[in-house]
Antibody, heavy 123, light 107 residues
């Protein structure tokens, strides 16, 4: 069965960096686009970024472009999110999520989600 | 910019039909998706492409879309359906966006 397991969250000061990881199993990771979605405490969902199956195409929401970098290692079945120049408003649970479209057919919705990793930005 | 608007809360008694709406100007041209998030858990896809149900989702969950409004219907709501429900679609750039979420109370 599909499993997504995030890690790497924690407490970081404003302006610092973290690297989030998402280990995938139960499906052909290299065939699917992957997303990061975040949720501030007690708030709604916000899409953050997407990466194509081959890693060549990446798109971001405006509020993180230039500060966050999505990447993947298909040999390790792992998705990453490098989060730099952290701001208070980046405090959230970060979920990795699988796109249901395969081999370049990105559907922009999420058929499986991980359990999330909490990032807290605090001085 | 595109927005999706949901009512903050809906309340029904067990066995009743719950309807959760999602309005947005882009919905006539874009699919709607629905996610269920129970307290302390990750979201789960319950409806995709307006009205399709993923495998494993009970038949009491259905979706529809007409004009600028999409609707999630839970026929015969159960106590275990109590959750926050988020609608989703895509914006003018094709990026996903979410409604604010609707707390469904079944009691």
């Amino acid at each position: 069965q599909v499993q997504l397991m995030e890690s790497g969250g924690g407490v970081a000061q404003p302006g610092r960096s973290l690297r989030l990881s998402c280990a995938a199993s139960g499906f052909t990771f290299s065939a699917y686009a992957m997303h990061w979605v975040r949720q501030a405490p007690g708030k709604g969902l916000e899409w953050v970024a997407v990466i194509s199956d081959d890693g060549n195409n990446k798109y971001y929401t405006d509020s993180v472009r230039g500060r966050f970098t999505i990447s993947r290692d298909n040999s390790k079945n792992t998705l990453y999110l490098q989060v730099n120049s952290l701001r208070d408003e980046d405090t959230a649970v970060y979920y990795c999520a699988k796109d249901p479209g395969d081999y370049g057919d990105v559907r922009y919705y999420f058929d499986y989600w991980g359990q999330g990793t909490l990032v807290t930005v605090s001085s | 910019s595109y927005e999706l608007t949901q009512p903050p809360s809906v309340s029904v008694s067990p066995g009743q039909t719950a309807r959760i709406t999602c309005s947005g100007d882009a919905l006539p041209k874009k699919y709607a998706y629905w996610y269920q998030q129970k307290s302390g858990q990750a979201p789960v896809l319950v409806i995709y492409e307006d009205s399709k149900r993923p495998s494993g989702i009970p038949e009491r969950f259905s979706g529809s879309s007409s004009g600028t409004m999409a609707t999630l219907t839970i026929s015969g709501a159960q106590v275990e359906d109590e959750a926050v429900y988020f609608c989703s679609s895509t914006d003018s750039s094709g990026n996903p966006l979410f409604g604010g979420g609707t707390q469904l109370t079944v009691l």
